[in-house]
């Protein structure tokens, strides 16, 4: 059964003040809190700024699960990844 409209319009709402609240303004360039609704499902996570200057890719497998891409080694040049996304080697990304 789909989340009603009005409940899920409540939720953003508390997890959108709960996000700016939780964070001290003079931390947020560091991190900060925010959410993602897909369906009946709000997800709550943190996002860090990078530590290194490098990119990892990852897929999801046939559970929605998210592993690391291990055929190529992380690397600073984002137009790296993205060709290998493109390219779909084995139909990981693209089914």
Known sequence: ????????????????????????????????????TRLNTLTLYECRAPEQATRTLYWADRNCRWALYNALAPTPNIARLIAKVDANPGGVFFG
Do not use: G, T
Request: with cysteine.
């Open 1 to 36: 059964m789909p989340l009603p409209e009005a409940v899920r319009d409540q939720a953003e709402r508390l997890l959108f003040e709960f996000c700016l609240l939780r964070v001290p303004e003079c931390m947020r360039s560091w991190y900060h809190l925010a959410f993602r």
